[in-house]
C-alpha cells in the first residue's frame, strides 16, 4: 500500500515539474543568486542607517533633556532666591515687594511667582489675580513640605485661567526650620516645547516631553495639538507608553510596531532631578527611505529579470518541445476520433522528433486496416445477435428493438401499430411424435411462410421464443391486422404438414391480433399484452383461429365472441 502510495505521489511531482518548469527553474538557479546578492547588501546598509540614526537621535535625547533640566535649574534657583527672601526678611508684605522687583525678565518661562501661607492660601504673587486662592490640596505642595526640596508637579490647568502649566514648589523651611510658606513658580509650557523645535522638525520623528504620569507636557510646535493628552493616546507613541514612564533606567530605547504599521525606534531620557522624560520617536521608514527605494527599486529588478528568464523560458520550451508534442497529440487523438487518414507534417517537425512522427504514421496505418477489419467483425456479430438462425426471421432481441423503433415512429406520426402474436398448436406433441429434427424443420418452414408474409404486408417477422411468431404491422388498423392474421393462419394450413395427434390432422397455428395508437400513456409492452391475450382466446376457442381483442374470426369465415 505504502508503495502505491509513493507512486501516484511520484507521478504527481513529475506532472508538477513538466519541461517548462524544469527550464524556468535552470533559468531562475542561474539568476536569481546574483539578485539576491545585491538586495542583501542593500538591507545591510538600511541597517547601518538605521543604527547611526539611532545614535544620532539617542544624543538629541540627551541633549534636550540637558536643556530641559537647565530650564528647570534655573526655575530652582529663582526659588530658593524668594525663598531666601521670604526666610530673612520676616514680613509677608515686605517679601512679597521684593519678590515682585527682583522677578528675571530674562527667564520667560517663568510665568509668574507666588508665596503660600501655612493654610495653603496664596499670600502674595506677581499677578494679583491669584491672590487668596486656595492651593491646599495640590499635591506638588504637600509633596514640597514633606520632602523640604525642591519639586516640580505633574501637567496641570491653571485654575484662574485654565490654562496648561507646570507648577515647581520650594519650601521655606528649607532655608528656615520652622517656616511652613512654600514659594511656588509657574512654568511656561510654551517654552519648553520650543526648547524641543530642534528634536521635532526632523522628519519621521515624534517627540514629546511627559510628566510621571505620561501625560505630555511640552512638544515642538508642529506637534502642539499632544500637550495635555496622556502617552498612550497618541497614536505612534501608545505601544511604548507604559515602558518609556516605568521605567528606573535614566534613559534607554525601545523598538516597536506602531498601529499605522510602520517600524518605529523610541529613546528616552530623564530630566535629572525630576519625574519627567523626555521620549524621542523614530520612524525607521522615512529614516531609511532614500535605501528602501534603492530596496523596492532591486526588488522590482529581481521580479523583472526573473520573469524576463520565466518567459524566455516558456517561449523556448513551447517552441521547441511543447508545439511538437501538443502536435503529436492533437494526431493522436483525430487517430481516437477514427480519423485514420491523418499524418504527421514532418517539416513542421523538428528533426529529433521525427522518428516518433513516423512511428505515428505506421501506427495509423496499421489501425485504419484493423479498423475496418473490426467494422467488418462487428456487423456480423450485429446480425448474428439479433437473428435466430433456425428460422431465418428476427430473433426476439431484433423483434423488441423494431416494436420500439416502430412504436416511436407511429407515436410522432400519428399512425396505428398492429401486431400479431403466431403459435403453432399442439407442438409439443408434433416433438413427441415425429422427433427434434422434424420440429425444426417444421419451424424453418413456418419462417419462410411469415418471411413471404411479411414482404408482401410490408411487416417485420420474428421468432418469439420456441413455437411462437409474431408479426410487426406498422400503419395497419385493426382490420386489415385481422385479414392478415386469416392469412397467416391460412397458408400455414395449407402446408399441408402432418400432424396425426392434431385434430386437423395438419399442422395449424392460432394467432392473436392487437391494434394501438401509440401515445404517452401507452408502451410498447402493452401491445404484446394485448396480443397474448388474445392468443390465448384463440387456443381456448380451439385453436387454428384468429382472435383480435377477444373477438374470435372462426375459419368459416364467422364471428364471435371469444369466452
Not at 86 to 103: E, L, Q, W
Not at 500 to 515: E, K, M, Y
Amino acid at each position: 500500500m505504502s508503495r502505491v502510495s509513493f507512486n501516484r505521489k511520484r507521478v504527481k511531482l513529475k506532472k508538477v515539474l513538466g519541461i517548462r518548469a524544469r527550464l524556468a527553474l535552470l533559468g531562475l538557479i542561474l539568476v536569481t543568486p546574483l539578485m539576491l546578492e545585491r538586495v542583501r547588501s542593500l538591507e545591510n546598509t538600511r541597517a547601518k542607517q538605521v543604527a547611526l540614526a539611532s545614535a544620532e537621535f539617542t544624543s538629541l535625547a540627551r541633549h534636550g533633556a540637558d536643556l530641559q533640566r537647565e530650564v528647570i535649574s534655573s526655575v530652582e534657583t529663582v526659588l530658593k532666591s524668594a525663598a531666601y527672601i521670604r526666610a530673612t526678611d520676616g514680613g509677608a508684605g515686605r517679601s512679597c515687594d521684593i519678590m515682585r522687583a527682583s522677578v528675571p525678565v530674562n527667564l520667560p518661562w517663568i510665568r509668574s511667582l507666588m508665596i503660600v501661607g501655612g493654610d495653603g492660601r496664596i499670600q502674595c504673587s506677581t499677578n494679583n489675580a491669584y491672590v487668596g486662592l486656595d492651593l491646599s490640596d495640590r499635591p506638588y505642595l504637600l509633596k514640597a513640605r514633606e520632602s523640604r526640596d525642591f519639586v516640580l508637579s505633574d501637567f496641570l490647568l491653571a485654575r484662574p485661567t485654565n490654562t496648561p502649566i507646570v507648577m515647581a514648589a520650594y519650601p521655606v523651611s528649607a532655608i528656615e526650620g520652622g517656616a511652613d510658606s512654600i514659594v511656588l513658580a509657574g512654568v511656561n509650557l510654551d517654552w519648553m516645547s520650543k526648547i524641543m523645535s530642534n528634536l521635532g522638525n526632523r522628519s519621521g520623528v515624534t517627540a514629546v516631553m511627559v510628566d510621571s504620569a505620561g501625560v505630555v507636557l511640552a512638544a515642538p510646535a508642529g506637534q502642539a495639538g499632544l500637550i495635555g493628552r496622556p502617552l498612550d493616546a497618541v497614536p505612534l507613541l501608545s505601544s511604548i507608553a507604559e515602558g518609556a514612564i516605568d521605567s528606573d533606567q535614566p534613559e534607554g530605547s525601545l523598538s516597536f510596531t506602531a498601529i499605522d504599521g510602520s517600524r518605529r525606534m523610541v529613546n528616552f531620557a530623564r530630566i535629572a532631578g525630576t519625574q519627567s522624560r523626555l521620549v524621542v520617536s523614530i520612524d525607521e521608514g522615512r529614516v531609511s527611505a532614500a535605501i528602501n527605494r534603492e530596496i523596492h527599486t532591486a526588488y522590482l529588478q529581481l521580479g523583472f529579470v526573473c520573469l524576463f528568464v520565466l518567459l524566455g523560458a516558456l517561449v523556448a520550451a513551447e517552441k521547441l518541445i511543447i508545439q511538437p508534442i501538443e502536435t503529436m497529440a492533437a494526431m493522436a487523438k483525430r487517430f481516437g476520433r477514427g480519423e485514420w487518414s491523418v499524418r504527421a507534417a514532418r517539416k513542421s517537425l523538428p528533426a529529433e522528433f521525427m522518428p516518433l512522427a513516423r512511428a505515428f504514421n505506421e501506427m495509423a496505418a496499421q489501425l485504419r486496416k484493423r479498423e475496418r477489419e473490426l467494422v467488418a467483425t462487428n456487423d456480423r456479430l450485429t446480425v448474428m445477435a439479433s437473428i435466430d438462425m433456425l428460422s431465418g426471421l428476427a430473433n426476439r432481441r431484433g423483434f423488441q428493438s423494431r416494436l420500439d423503433l416502430e412504436w416511436m415512429k407511429a407515436q410522432q406520426s400519428g399512425s396505428e401499430l398492429s401486431l400479431l402474436m403466431i403459435d403453432v398448436d399442439q407442438f409439443k406433441l408434433f416433438n413427441d411424435t415425429y422427433g427434434h429434427p422434424e420440429g425444426d424443420a417444421c419451424l424453418s418452414r413456418l419462417g419462410e411462410t411469415l418471411s413471404a408474409v411479411a414482404a408482401e404486408t410490408k411487416g417485420f417477422a420474428g421468432r418469439y421464443g420456441g413455437e411462437e411468431f409474431c408479426l410487426l404491422l406498422p400503419n395497419t388498423d385493426a382490420g386489415r391486422a385481422l385479414e392478415i392474421g386469416e392469412m397467416v393462419r391460412s397458408a400455414v394450413q395449407n402446408l399441408a404438414m402432418p400432424h396425426s395427434t392434431s385434430s386437423f390432422l395438419t399442422v395449424t397455428a392460432s394467432v392473436g391480433v392487437s391494434c394501438a395508437r401509440p401515445n404517452d400513456k401507452q408502451q410498447p409492452g402493452d401491445l404484446i399484452e394485448a396480443a397474448d391475450a388474445a392468443l390465448y382466446a384463440a387456443k381456448r376457442r380451439g385453436r387454428n383461429a384468429v382472435v383480435e381483442h377477444g373477438v374470435v374470426r372462426l375459419t368459416d369465415g364467422g364471428m364471435a365472441m371469444a369466452s
